[in-house]
């Protein structure tokens, strides 16, 4: 068995997804850092792109191939989420 060069992408997302995961447990990022986020982000779209640069049938992959798009939905809801929060504490009044 040779590695493809989408295997090594994927292989790359799954790094960065355990090791985000790690260093959560680690209490080394908090769920909403933006580190954390993009993390989980970029990791799942290389798994996504992993996916679909193989030569399986999508048929075949449905059930990875839907929890990466829900991965990358929840990760930019972090994303926003995050961002919303941080404006608005730099544009909050600051307390006497």
């Known amino acids: 068995m040779s590695l493809q060069w989408f295997d ?13 995961y790690y260093l959560l447990q680690a209490g080394k990022l908090h ?14 779209i290389f798994i ?8 399986a049938p999508l048929s075949e992959v449905v059930s990875p191939t839907l929890m990466q798009f829900a991965w990358i939905s929840i990760s930019l ?7 919303r929060d941080r404006a608005a504490k730099l544009t909050a009044p600051a307390k006497p």
Do not use: K
């Open 8 to 20: 090594f992408v994927g292989l790359a997302g799954v790094l960065l997804v355990l090791i985000a």
């Open 31 to 44: 769920g909403a850092s933006i580190g954390y986020q993009l993390a989980n982000l970029f990791g799942s």
């Open 48 to 55: 996504l792109v992993s996916i679909f640069a193989s030569p």
């Open 77 to 83: 809801y972090g994303l926003w989420r995050g961002l």
